[in-house]
């Protein structure tokens, strides 16, 4: 992957796999919360946030509602089998202190919740949280929190599933990490050699940019297969969203600035790849366990799960193993029948038939047209500089499709 003396790759090969990564955001595309959903929601949460500040009570009368998780991190991905979304919010309570307990403040923010006529009739309580449900377009799930006066980096503290004991977090700066580690930037020889050989050809190569950044990708991606490989499994053993998001982004930091990669999709799979040596082992009273730490704060472990469940662990390892051998099946496919079974079975016929659907159409409008080719290394293509000079006549591999 990083020899400066691997062969380089033919045009036909450059366009195949750079045709291959714009479908992968085509698909990321349509995992997403769409910009009218999302406006619709940061509307709702900025609704909610001012109810609760007015708050007569003495918890609340400082409060900031704000955006966590994935829909703050750009990485949001649409459930299997449901129309909403769900989006994580922040109610942090500045005037609450330690001595608070975390039953007692989220029994606080219930009540309010309850004093609103819309709110009180979709409302739901979790186990350390509220939900809001709009049917049909998302929910907001609202945490409530307070400072954390143990952690130099502005933390805050959550409570615990029990509601016996806050839990330090720190969503504001693992945002921050997550944003800076998105914006570095690969190095992509191949962008060099296509730059090049644009300079003598008719037609551009595909466009390597990703509007997202390949390490947000790469995070959709891998949480879409995560739910299609565990949709039939109902023993709660998938690896948690942020440990994915996690391990991917220390993946990505440490692979971008230390490698040089053949392209964006070279990228993609070797973040893939190195997930696992991210995650620590420490040794505690005699005994190996799991940590995936929140680097922002002290004393939160993301896998702190896997060591009350030794299935998830496990069940981590099997579908990482999946995840990359399937990503690395769709890389080197060849034709569109195997893309689009490799596709399917990695993330489902609801998101990938769109996309290979389009990505037809323009085959059928090429041969209708008379500019439907033949490239070696590519089968079918609009590419005239990847292909053979012979064209492809009008009733040949696709029949009347």
Avoid at 197 to 222: C, I, M, N, T, W
Avoid at 241 to 257: D, G
Avoid at 308 to 321: C, I, L, M, T
Avoid at 342 to 358: A, C, H, I, Y
Wanted: glycine share 6%; with cysteine.
């Amino acid at each position: 992957m990083n020899s400066p003396f691997r062969t380089p790759r033919t045009d036909g090969e450059l366009r195949r796999r750079a045709s291959i990564f714009i479908l992968l955001e085509e698909i990321g595309d349509i995992l997403d919360i769409t910009l009218s959903q999302f406006e619709r929601a940061e509307q709702s949460y900025n609704a909610v946030g001012d109810w609760l500040s007015g708050s007569t009570d003495p918890l609340l009368v400082k409060t900031l509602v704000y955006l966590q998780g994935s829909s703050a991190l750009g990485t949001a991905v649409k459930p299997i089998g449901r129309d909403e979304f769900d989006i994580d919010l922040i109610c942090f309570c500045a005037a609450v202190s330690l001595g608070v307990s975390p039953g007692r403040l989220k029994a606080a923010v219930g009540n309010r919740l309850r004093e609103h006529k819309t709110y009180a009739g979709i409302l739901e309580e979790k186990k350390r949280c509220w939900r809001l449900n709009y049917a049909g377009d998302f929910h907001l799930d609202l945490s409530p929190t307070i400072a954390n006066p143990h952690c130099y980096n502005g933390g805050e503290l959550v409570p615990d599933r029990k509601l016996h004991d806050w839990h330090p977090t720190n969503p504001k700066a693992y945002k921050k990490l997550f944003d800076a580690r998105a914006a570095l930037q690969p190095r992509l020889t191949q962008k060099m050699v296509a730059m090049k050989r644009d300079r003598a050809s008719v037609e551009p190569f595909p466009a390597y940019h990703s509007a997202k950044g390949v390490l947000r990708r790469v995070v959709q991606l891998l949480k879409r297969h995560r739910d299609v490989f565990f949709a039939n499994n109902t023993d709660e053993i998938a690896p948690i969203s942020v440990i994915i998001t996690t391990l991917a982004m220390q993946s990505y930091a440490y692979c971008v600035k230390r490698h040089v990669f053949e392209d964006a999709l070279d990228v993609l799979i070797e973040t893939i790849r190195m997930m696992p040596h991210f995650i620590e082992h420490p040794v505690i009273d005699g005994r190996t366990d799991y940590a995936v730490w929140n680097e922002t704060t002290s004393g939160e472990n993301f896998a702190e799960g896997w060591n009350k469940d030794e299935r998830k662990p496990k069940a981590f390892e099997v579908w990482h193993a999946t995840a990359l051998a399937d990503l690395e099946t769709i890389r080197d496919g060849v034709g569109h029948d195997v893309l689009t079974q490799n596709m399917q079975r990695s993330f489902g016929d609801s998101v990938t038939k769109p996309v290979l659907e389009k990505h037809l159409d323009n085959l059928r409008g090429a041969r209708k047209s008379g500019n439907l080719l033949v490239a070696p290394a590519l089968g079918l293509t609009t590419s005239k500089a990847a292909a053979s000079p012979s064209s492809v006549p009008s009733n040949t591999f696709f029949g009347d499709q």
